[in-house]
């Protein structure tokens, strides 16, 4: 009996230790089978995935260029800040980093919580909690190690001259982007190139070490205006007050050079203080440069051009006897006035006294075809070409668009418009 037992026995343990050489292989062929899909067959991909774990690409706004008059005082300029932001998806608890972060960096607590319950919602991956923040601030965040916390450098616009020349200038939108005035229109100028910046981090998310990304950030370029400092804050404060003693709502006053076509000056009232950020889209109507935005009549001004178009397509000259009559004259039942009875003058004359009579009269020398190609040749119904945003082109009709007696009203400046 007892050599059956061990007869059946030992086949038995014999089988059992080719099942467990079996396994042991089969699984050993499974764990070289997974190492080699690991380290050979998706090798690239779990490296790169590493490496996105292992760094961080950061954007580095670059510096804005300044604004600069004509004497290289600063209208605008940009200093470096820290901005504070936060990686919503990866805050743990939102009550905690709401109520730790809302007091470091002095904001109200449900309105930080409510950013970045809003950003999670939306899978938002980053938000700048604190644009603009202090010294202290910096510190306090980051005494804290988060690693869903990042600070950024950045740079804050500042306006030294604050209401100098605003309306001008424009002001910046909450992305560092011109959202007006020359700040808008010169925005490529200014803005400069950004740089992306990769952070090396450890497991914990500290950062360590950083490299510039395709190179460092590029600063803007500084555009020097031909404002005159001087002339701008004499022009703005003479237009308030003139506007302020009329009760007239809004105005705006240009100084040229003379020889060279250079704007010296360019005011523009109401006016406001462009370090104060719009708050409500509404805001920008009261921000409009009304030099070049809303045009007016030019009125008396237009009677050069009407001298000018005579005496190149007429034969009349400055000393040319023009009838002007008493103080009215009734054109297609419209009435136009002077202020006195000048009888008759001297085309010169005209000009120096600023006969409206005599001025129509001379138009209807011209005719309608001559008078509108002059005004066309000065600039009339086309946009100066400031690059300013909002430039208006004025008004000034086509001649398939004139009445009768539209000849009597463009030679005086009316029935027309300009900035």
């Known amino acids: ?237 003479a237009l308030r007050e003139a506007l302020v003693e009329g009760k007239i709502p809004f105005g705006s006053l240009v100084v040229l050079h003379v020889k060279t076509g250079e704007i010296l000056a360019m005011a523009s009232f109401p006016t406001f203080d462009p370090n104060v950020r719009v708050a409500e889209k509404g805001e920008m109507a009261s921000r409009v440069n009304h030099a070049v935005s809303v045009p007016f009549e030019p009125g008396s001004v237009c009677k050069v051009v009407t001298m000018t178009a005579a005496l190149e397509t007429t034969n009349l000259r400055p000393e040319t006897p023009i009838a002007c009559g008493g103080t009215v004259m009734r054109i297609l039942g419209r009435d136009i006035h002077d202020e006195h009875a000048y009888g008759v003058l001297p085309m010169e004359m005209v000009l120096a006294k600023s006969s409206n009579l005599g001025s129509v009269n001379i138009g209807m020398r011209v005719g309608k075809e001559n008078l509108y190609d002059y005004m066309r040749r000065f600039g009339f119904g086309s946009a100066v070409g400031l690059g300013v945003p909002g430039e208006s082109a004025g008004v000034l009709y086509p001649l398939r668009k004139w009445q009768p007696d539209s000849i009597a009203s463009v030679a005086i400046g009316h029935e027309m418009m300009t900035t």
């Open 1 to 237: 009996m007892d050599s059956n037992v061990e007869t059946t026995a030992e086949p038995q343990s014999h089988k059992r230790l080719i099942i467990v050489t079996w396994c042991s292989l089969v699984w050993g062929l499974i764990i070289f089978g997974r190492l080699v899909q690991l380290q050979v067959v998706e090798h690239d991909n779990l490296a790169q995935r590493a490496k996105a774990q292992q760094t961080k690409e950061v954007s580095v706004a670059a510096m804005r260029g300044q604004l600069l008059t004509r004497g290289l005082g600063k209208l605008a300029m940009s200093v470096p800040v820290d901005s504070i932001h936060v990686s919503p998806l990866r805050i743990p608890d939102v009550d905690f980093a709401t109520s730790l972060l809302s007091t470091a960096l002095d904001l109200d607590p449900q309105d930080v919580e409510r950013r970045i319950m809003a950003a999670r919602r939306d899978g938002r991956g980053d938000l700048r909690l604190k644009e603009h923040a202090t010294l202290e601030q910096v510190d306090r965040v980051r005494s804290f190690r988060l690693d869903y916390v990042s600070i950024r450098g950045t740079g804050r616009r500042i306006y030294p001259k604050q209401t100098l020349a605003a309306n001008l200038l424009g002001s910046l939108n909450g992305d560092g982007e011109g959202e007006g005035g020359l700040e808008l229109s010169l925005n490529e100028d200014l803005a400069g190139l950004d740089a992306k910046v990769l952070v090396e981090r450890d497991s914990r998310s500290r950062g360590y070490g950083r490299r510039y990304k395709g190179g460092a950030p590029t600063a803007g370029a500084n555009v020097r205006l031909t404002i005159d400092e001087g002339i701008q804050f004499t022009a703005e404060n």
